[in-house]
T-cell receptor, first 115, second 117 residues
């Protein structure tokens, strides 16, 4: 059974700081790992998807890395802005299902970027 | 980009009544849709996998007779919470996987907030 853990649970930083969010997963036989953003009371916005054969993906100020052997992924946010304030979720497929689309989510990191 | 809608966005109902939530893929066809539930301050938990034209597959601990799922077309899946109780109050989110893409791609709806009084 796949278990996904995220630390820290909450993070508050001043605007402009670079920051790292951590995600760990128990079963390293994953097809991919995804990072999502969730604003309060809203659905999910996909940020980055890293395939199992990749080590990192970049989109704008976001960079996600994947280390399958250690069961870890990090989301790096450069030059944080107040608009980045949200909950960030990582998700890995339920390996036992054989499907890359049935996801197990971490509990999220609630990020607050102070102006 | 691919868009998934949910209706209603929020609903309040009395205990004992049934509530239907719709999930639609607006600009693509989806053979598979997924239903998740999110309690306050918690993460999303997969409830069931809905396949067009066949019975849904429920996760362990999810009552199939309470959470009825119908995936009658390639663009619509419905979740009906039957005989709702206050403990069913939650944020329900669906996602849809495109017919063609195959792999891990899926797109999430905006969610439905259910409050059972």
């Amino acid at each position: 059974k796949q278990e996904v853990t995220q630390i820290p649970a909450a993070l508050s930083v001043p605007e402009g700081e670079n920051l790292v969010l951590n995600c760990s997963f128990t079963d390293s036989a994953i097809y991919n790992l995804q990072w999502f953003r969730q604003d309060p009371g809203k659905g999910l916005t996909s940020l980055l998807l890293i395939q199992s054969s990749q080590r990192e993906q970049t989109s704008g100020r976001l960079n996600a890395s994947l280390d399958k052997s250690s069961g870890r992924s990090t989301l790096y946010i450069a030059a944080s802005q107040p608009g980045d304030s949200a909950t960030y979720l990582c998700a890995a497929p339920k390996v036992s299902s054989g499907s890359a689309r049935q996801l197990t989510f971490g509990s999220g990191t609630q990020l607050t970027v102070l102006p | 980009g691919a868009v998934v809608s949910q209706h209603p966005s929020w609903v309040i109902c009395k205990s004992g009544t049934s509530v239907k939530i719709e999930c639609r893929s607006l600009d693509f066809q989806a053979t598979t849709m997924f239903w998740y539930r999110q309690f306050p301050k918690q993460s999303l938990m997969l409830m069931a996998t809905s396949n067009e034209g066949s019975k849904a597959t429920y996760e362990q601990g999810v009552e199939k007779d309470k959470f009825l799922i119908n995936h009658a077309s390639l663009t619509l899946s419905t979740l009906t919470v039957t005989s709702a109780h206050p403990e069913d109050s939650s944020f329900y989110i669906c996602s849809a996987s495109p017919l063609i893409a195959g792999g891990p791609q899926q797109f999430f709806g905006p969610g439905t907030r259910l409050t059972v009084l």
